[in-house]
């Protein structure tokens, strides 16, 4: 039986630490579906649209890998993309007790849902979304964190 996973995120923006989640997780399993979420909550620096164009150029050339939105719970989308895994990354202990308590709540909205968690490779373990974005914003050099395509598109928006 084919294997879906689902990786979701806010990808505010997409680094490298979720597209080395990403890429060893296509190794696991056969389809692997990363969800961009709208967080409205977050108040994301890029709208929907463009995290999600963002992101699918990043991983553009992996067959197993598509991206899609979604605005709404998680366990719906799963039961759409007819998925019982979902991936995601720690970076420390502080990432798994919230990780823990959203894959526990996950697994009692919908049966036999799992999440399995990747360890975040050391280079990334520091890295976040918004760290990117605020070392762009006062002149730091960002291209060691994200895509080329990812850091002009921050620059673009900043400018
Ligand atoms: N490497 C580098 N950074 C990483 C990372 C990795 N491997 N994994 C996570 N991060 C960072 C992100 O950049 C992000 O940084 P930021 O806070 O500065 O933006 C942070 O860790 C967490 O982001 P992310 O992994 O994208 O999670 P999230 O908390 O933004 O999104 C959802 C969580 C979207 C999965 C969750 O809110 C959800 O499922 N929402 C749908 C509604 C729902 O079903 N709710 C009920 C849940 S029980």
Do not use: C
């Not at 366990?75 to 502080?94: C, F, P, T, W, Y």
């Not at 798994?96 to 849902?113: D, K, T």
């Amino acid at each position: 039986m084919s294997k879906t996973a689902i990786y979701p995120g806010t990808f505010d923006p997409m680094t490298h630490g979720h597209i080395n989640i990403i890429l060893r997780s296509a190794e696991l399993f056969d389809r692997v579906v990363v969800a961009v979420a709208k967080s409205s909550g977050k108040n994301p620096f890029f709208e929907l649209p463009q995290r999600v164009e963002l992101a699918t150029l990043a991983l553009a050339g992996h067959a197993n890998i598509e991206v899609v939105e979604f605005d709404g719970l998680l366990v719906d989308l799963a039961q759409q993309q007819q998925a019982n895994i979902i991936v995601r990354g720690v970076r420390s202990i502080a990432d798994f007790e919230y990780e823990a308590q959203m894959a526990g709540m996950n697994r009692q909205l919908m049966h036999g849902l799992e999440t399995i968690f990747l360890t975040t490779h050391s280079e990334w373990a520091d890295l976040s979304s918004t760290l990117v974005r605020d070392i762009a914003r006062h002149g730091g050099d960002v291209s060691k964190f994200v895509p080329a395509s990812i850091k002009q598109a921050i620059l673009d928006k900043l400018a």
